[in-house]
């Protein structure tokens, strides 16, 4: 059992103002509900996980969150900070589970599947990545940052499992991480000259990034090559939106 910590600290104050009036990103309306519930109700679902804190405006997630669902602890600033701020609510001795708020196709098969491939190559932290193929496979045509690497084009998923002393190792490559996330070949550089060159050459593989991070942090961190799409839809802009809210409404 791991515990998990879904970051809901975003106001809707960028592209997605357009498409809904509510005040913050978590809470905007999908088939008559916020965003929230889907992330949340697939978090609850999962058999892994144990207890749940939700950061991000707590007064406004308290009237959309059924109380005892989750600790809700009140955002203080940056998704780094945030997410400091919810590991400090559980104080985990074990692994946790992050996931942000605006995954609201994310399933409990997903999870559930994650978890076991994780299961079979212990790391201090864990990452999905969903190859291209498999994304446009089932959501053709929608926008996505994709990396190519020697293995194939990837693209990231939006849940992370950690422990919390890997966690900590990588608080300045997470920092950058975050900060780069739509711009893979700017977290390349961050990687090195040895990276930079294998990318631009379209040689940099999967290993080599998960060997650079242990001689960055001195941590173990694994990728995990997911079936299931739906861990990387995360809703960032109209598109996004106007493809969840159709999904939801009519499910396949």
Not at 40 to 53: D, F, N, W, Y
Not at 75 to 98: F, T, Y
Request: aromatic letters at 4%; a neutral charge; glycine letters at 8%.
């Amino acid at each position: 059992m791991v515990d998990a910590v879904i970051l809901a600290g975003a106001d809707n104050d960028g592209r997605l103002a357009s498409c809904d009036s509510a005040r913050y990103e978590a809470l905007i309306d999908i088939a008559g509900k916020p965003m929230i519930h889907y992330v949340l109700h697939a978090v609850k679902g999962c058999s892994r996980i144990g207890r749940v804190v939700v950061v991000g405006p707590k007064q406004a997630l308290a009237e959309a969150i059924p109380s005892g669902d989750a600790v809700l602890v009140e955002r203080v600033g940056s998704i780094v900070d945030n997410l400091k701020a919810g590991m400090k609510a559980l104080e985990p001795q074990e692994k946790v589970l992050i996931v942000t708020a605006d995954l609201p196709l994310l399933t409990t098969e997903a999870l559930e599947d994650f978890f076991q491939k994780a299961d079979a190559n212990p790391a201090e932290i864990h990452y999905p990545l969903l190859s291209k193929e498999t994304n446009e496979s089932k959501f053709p045509g929608m926008k996505r940052t994709y990396l190519t690497v020697a293995e194939g084009t990837f693209t990231g998923g939006n849940v992370v499992l950690a422990s919390p002393s890997g966690l900590e190792a990588c608080g300045r490559l997470l920092e950058q991480a975050v900060a780069t996330r739509k711009k893979p070949w700017m977290m390349a550089a961050f990687l090195g000259l040895r990276c930079t060159v294998k990318f631009i050459l379209r040689r940099l593989s999967i290993h080599d990034v998960e060997r650079r991070l242990q001689e960055i942090a001195g941590v173990r961190g694994v990728a995990i090559i997911s079936e299931f799409p739906e861990i990387a839809v995360d809703v960032d802009k109209p598109s996004d939106l106007e493809l969840v809210r159709r999904l939801v409404a009519s499910p396949a």
